[in-house]
Nanobody, 124 residues
Framework: QVQLIESGGGLVQAGGSLRLSCVAS????????MGWFRQAPGKEREFVAT????????SYADSVKGRFTISRDDAKNTVLLQMNNLKPEDTAVYFC?????????????????WGQGTQVTVSS
């Protein structure tokens, strides 16, 4: 069973930065496509970023392009999300997710394992 544990959330002022970390255990991390999703109060969970296991290619939601960067360190079973120039609308619980089939997908349904989430709050 794969376990994902996120950390790095917190309270930050608009324009600030945070770096989220997700550590995986219990599986072959290097073969998983990893993604970050977020869910704001009263809203559906939405895609933020993903990184493909094979090529390392990345994909981002339009709302975060140019501000967020996803990366991975397979030696440490870790995926990171560097978030710069944060805006109040980025406030949400951020979830790390793993697709053990290694697909390139932004769909929630493609991801098999999920972390418990970490809260990010951006004040104006």
């Amino acid at each position: 069973q794969v376990q994902l544990i996120e950390s790095g959330g917190g309270l930050v002022q608009a324009g600030g930065s945070l770096r989220l970390s997700c550590v995986a255990s219990g599986g072959t991390f290097s073969r998983y496509t990893m993604g970050w999703f977020r869910q704001a109060p009263g809203k559906e969970r939405e895609f933020v970023a993903t990184i493909y296991w094979s090529s390392g290619s990345t994909s981002y939601a339009d709302s975060v392009k140019g501000r967020f960067t996803i990366s991975r360190d397979d030696a440490k079973n870790t995926v990171l999300l560097q978030m710069n120039n944060l805006k109040p609308e980025d406030t949400a619980v951020y979830f790390c997710a793993a697709d053990y089939l290694g697909r390139v997908s932004t769909r929630i349904q493609s991801y098999d394992y999920w972390g418990q989430g970490t809260q990010v709050t951006v004040s104006s």
